[in-house]
């Protein structure tokens, strides 16, 4: 079992920068490949960015390119780095193992990005 806790969201202006932090608790963290979702007001859940066991990264066209995922066994934390955020980014960003488990979803942190 991995309990999950997002942290770094806030209020950003269009063109600034976050970097949201996922800590996991639990002995086996390095054994999950891990990914970052979000759910903008009013849609579905979408995975925007994941990190396999080896560090191989993938990320979603909307995202390529302006945030990076990244994780570090050693404190059992994944990050998502995100540059020039625009107003559509807005959303309740959450991590989770991929492929995703129900039992496994945190509160999310909150990113909101406007002028």
């Known amino acids: 079992q991995v309990q999950l806790v997002e942290s770094g969201g806030g209020l950003v202006q269009p063109g600034g920068s976050l970097r949201l932090s996922c800590a996991a608790s639990g002995r086996t963290f390095y054994a999950y490949n891990m990914g970052w979702y979000r759910q903008p007001p009013g849609k579905q859940r979408e995975l925007v960015a994941r990190?396999?066991?080896?560090?191989?990264?993938n990320y979603a066209d909307s995202v390529k390119g302006r945030f990076t995922i990244s994780r570090d066994n050693a404190k059992n934390t994944v990050y998502l780095q995100m540059n020039r955020l625009k107003p559509e980014d807005t959303a309740v960003y959450y991590c989770?193992?991929?492929?995703?488990?129900?039992?496994?979803w945190g509160q999310g942190t909150q990113v909101t990005v406007s002028s």
């Open positions: 989770n193992v991929f492929p995703q488990r129900q039992d496994f």
């Open positions: 990190i396999t066991i080896g560090g191989s990264t």
